[in-house]
């Protein structure tokens, strides 16, 4: 009975995680969408004083709807066990230093990086850095201008260990819990802009 009780609360939570999936892919989606309407919109109604503008607006919407729809095939190819990874031997500080770009932390005076330059990984290397990417931009946020955020690397047994460590705001015990469930917001009010 432990067992069944078991595999019903795993069953609860992933219908729970799956119905958050579908709203906040919703929403995602719908921000991007009631932009572009209205960018249009304004261009079709002659109201917009620079139509050549909002259409460049409009095309950035659509590029954003574009790497939306594709994070969302990845992520389906991940479920089901088909993504495909680009192993390859790469040096380590060169994918930390593109992802702290990418993350707009280049020059930042929060930025610590211990990195041996040495550091090899056997791995895809495009992955990786989109992890570093998003790990980063979020301590980038979450960190006050007087806070530090410390990327730090080391061989440890056959695996090299990356750490984004970061001062900022506290995370409660449940809030850990949750932190690596997909599209997990400690305050749900939050938006992605936000955290």
């Known amino acids: 009975s432990r ?27 719908r921000t991007p969408l009631a932009a572009l309407r209205c960018r249009i919109d304004s261009v079709v109604d002659g109201v917009s004083r620079d139509p050549q503008n909002e259409i460049a607006g409009a095309n950035e919407e659509i590029d954003h709807l574009l790497r939306l729809v594709e994070d969302l095939h990845e992520l389906a190819l991940a ?36 990195l041996d330059s040495g550091l090899v990984i056997r791995g895809d290397a495009v992955r990786l850095r989109q992890v570093l990417v998003n790990t980063l931009s979020n301590a980038a946020r979450y960190t006050p201008t007087e806070g530090r955020i410390t990327v730090s690397a080391l061989h440890r047994d056959r695996e090299i260990v990356v750490e984004v460590h970061n001062t900022g705001s506290d995370l409660t015990p449940d809030e850990i819990a949750h932190v690596f469930d997909r599209f ?3 305050d749900p009010s939050r938006q992605r802009v936000s955290g």
């Open 3 to 29: 067992s069944f009780n078991a595999m019903a609360a795993e069953l609860e939570k992933a219908q729970g995680l799956r119905r958050n999936l579908v709203h906040d892919v919703v929403h995602e989606l």
């Open 79 to 114: 479920e089901a066990r088909e993504l495909k990874l680009t192993i390859s031997e790469s040096p380590l500080r060169p994918i930390v230093e593109s992802a702290a770009r990418a993350a707009g932390l280049e020059g930042d005076p929060r930025l610590r990086m211990m």
């Open 184 to 186: 997990y917001r400690a």
